[in-house]
């Protein structure tokens, strides 16, 4: 297997855990283990940062191309409304 698949195999593997860390830690009712496995998807999230940047600097994985300001702040704006409860 060619040094670029693995690498984006890992980065999609652990993209894929640090979505069961999310949903096991919003069901977490353990302080203890909840902690645990924060500690834990802290670390995967640097591991996956770190590798994202090797990746990304030998050309194995291209992220999604930049947004300017306006397109950004619209965004922020939809996403916000969309969140806003509408309770009267």
Not at 44 to 69: M, N, R, T, W
Not at 77 to 87: C, D, E, F, G
Request: hydrophobic letters at 30%.
């Amino acid at each position: 297997m060619q040094e670029k698949c693995m690498v984006n195999d890992v980065l999609a593997g652990v993209k894929s855990s640090l979505g069961t860390y999310a949903k096991t830690i919003a069901e977490c009712n353990n302080p203890q283990l909840r902690q645990t496995f924060q500690q834990m998807r802290d670390s995967d999230e640097k591991f996956q940062y770190d590798l994202y940047k090797i990746a990304h600097q030998k050309g194995y994985y291209q992220p999604a191309p930049a947004v300017d300001s306006g397109q950004s702040t619209e965004l922020k704006h939809q996403l916000s409304s969309a969140w806003t409860p509408k309770y009267s």
